[in-house]
């Protein structure tokens, strides 16, 4: 058994397409959020400046694992979605829902679809949603690649050229870690103590 939540672990045992793999799943399938995407693109990338496996082949590998799992994504919630919001109303879904969906997409789809890649948890939903809320695919389809170009080669490029610089960089890889987890939830607790502030 392997600690899903050691990315240098995980790595080492799945291997290159078990990255892609994980990525895919993590981008656009609802079970997917607990997945550690950041930190497991940044050390696949410190791994490839060691030679454990081409940074190429895996940055264009990881981009286009995360742009098919956001257009899954987007298919799973445009099909599914509509049937789970018109059924009656329960205590978890209210068919009001649907309709701030697509307003909420229809202002704020292009910076979502971009910002949520950078955002843990929120990139595995912003698709779905996407879908839900009818966004128009081909502006979805095109931000939605645009952002996992952007988040592959930005986690990918830090974790190689950290591994290029940096001598022995295993041994800092925990807190550097540690700093990219806290550093990508920083923004959602940003928001909310925002939000708890104009409430008051």
Same mark, same amino acid.
């Given at each position: ?8 672990? $995980?790595? @080492? ?11 895919? =799943?993590?981008?656009? $399938?609802?079970?997917?959020? !607990?997945?550690?995407?950041?930190? $497991?693109?940044? =050390? ?5 400046? %060691?030679?454990?496996?081409? !940074?190429?082949? +895996? ?19 445009? %099909?599914?979605?509509? =049937?789970?919001?018109?059924?009656? #109303?329960?205590? !978890? ?8 969906? %697509? ?30 809320? @009818?966004?128009?695919? @081909?502006? !979805? ?8 170009? $952007? ?16 001598? #022995?960089?295993?041994?800092?890889? +925990? ?15 940003? @928001?909310?103590?925002? =939000? ?5």
């Amino acid at each position: 058994m392997f600690d899903i939540l050691d990315p240098l672990l $995980l790595i @080492k045992t799945v291997g290159l397409i078990g990255v892609f793999a994980i990525i895919f =799943t993590e981008s656009g $399938l609802f079970f997917g959020f !607990f997945f550690p995407g950041d930190s $497991l693109l940044f =050390t696949a990338g410190l791994l490839a400046s %060691q030679g454990f496996f081409s !940074f190429p082949e +895996l940055y264009f590998g990881s981009a286009i694992a995360a742009s098919l799992g956001g257009v899954l994504g987007y298919a799973f919630g445009e %099909q599914v979605g509509p =049937t789970i919001f018109t059924r009656q #109303d329960s205590f !978890f879904f209210h068919k009001k829902h649907l309709g701030e969906a %697509q307003q909420y997409y229809e202002r704020h789809g292009i910076k979502t679809i971009i910002l949520a890649r950078f955002l843990p948890i929120v990139r595995t939903f912003a698709p779905i949603l996407a879908g839900v809320g @009818k966004m128009q695919y @081909k502006t !979805f389809l095109i931000f939605n690649v645009l952002g996992a170009f $952007l988040w592959a080669f930005l986690l990918s490029g830090l974790g190689y050229y950290l591994g290029r610089v940096v001598p #022995d960089p295993e041994r800092y890889i +925990l807190p550097i870690i540690l700093f990219i987890v806290v550093l990508s939830f920083l923004p959602a607790v940003v @928001k909310f103590l925002r =939000t708890r502030r104009s409430v008051r």
